[in-house]
């Protein structure tokens, strides 16, 4: 069985600070890809990140990091210099190239609540 | 301007009715997808199509059925046998030529369903 755990239910924190939001995923397979969706208010997620199984080096996008350590199975998410804006659901999904198709594990989210 | 189109934003039901949910993109992705969110959790599959007039069943299909007609849309038939509808509804689609798809999702603003 394959999942993805967002063990953080909800980050409050104050502008200017730096959030990390935690994703652990099982998977048995060797090639799987692994996202991060950032979902506002509004709705409609938005798309962040994608990174491949094969790919460990961390990237950086801005305030946006990503540290993915295979040998532990996570992906954490670390936005740095907190804004207002930033407030939102973040969910890590997983994605397995075993699966017949393109399915989307998703984990359960971690809302990011950022106070001026 | 590309993207996704859900409609209606809110869409309210009766007990015992069938409503139809519309999705329209106009990327020219080959790959469409229908999720179903419910409060504090992630995204559950309902149905997926990668080609027109071809479809298979999510995670959590009883209850709705859906159409692909046309490559640029994909509606959602929550039919009266679903016993708790009310939720939020996501579409979403991507590239994909055959086989297992990779890419990231794009997903729609969402409509959120309420049954009275």
């Known amino acids: 069985a394959q999942k993805v755990t967002q063990a953080q239910t909800e980050i409050s924190v104050v502008e200017k600070e730096d959030v990390t939001l935690d994703c652990v995923y099982e998977?048995?397979?060797?090639?799987?890809?692994l996202f991060w969706y950032k979902q506002p208010p509004s709705g409609e997620l938005v798309f962040l990140i994608r990174?491949?199984?094969?790919?460990?080096q961390n990237e950086i996008s801005g305030r946006y990091s990503w540290n993915f350590q295979k040998s532990t199975s996570s992906f954490n998410f670390t936005i740095t210099a907190s804004q207002v804006v930033d407030s939102a659901v973040y969910f890590c999904?997983?994605?397995?190239?075993?699966?017949?198709?393109?399915?989307?594990?998703f984990g359960a989210g971690t809302q990011v609540v950022v106070t001026p | 301007d590309g993207g996704i189109t859900q409609s209606p934003k809110y869409l309210f039901r009766k007990e015992g009715q069938n409503v139809t949910l519309s999705c329209e993109q106009n990327?020219?992705?080959?790959?469409m997808y229908w999720y179903r969110q419910d409060p504090g959790q992630g995204l559950r599959l309902i149905y997926y199509?990668?080609?027109?007039?071809?479809?298979q069943k999510g995670d959590i299909a009883e209850g709705y059925s859906v159409s692909r007609e046309k490559k640029e849309s994909f509606p959602l038939t929550v039919t009266s046998a679903q016993k708790n509808p009310t939720a939020f509804y996501l579409c979403?689609?991507?590239?994909?030529?055959?086989?297992?798809?990779?890419?990231?999702?794009?997903f729609g603003p969402g409509t959120r369903l309420t049954v009275l």
């Open positions: 979403a689609s991507s590239i994909a030529s055959s086989g297992p798809s990779y890419n990231e999702q794009f």
């Open positions: 998977t048995r397979d060797t090639t799987y890809y």
């Open positions: 990174r491949n199984s094969f790919d460990e």
């Open positions: 999904a997983l994605l397995m190239t075993t699966d017949s198709w393109g399915k989307l594990q």
């Open positions: 990327l020219n992705h080959d790959a």
């Open positions: 199509s990668q080609i027109v007039n071809d479809f």
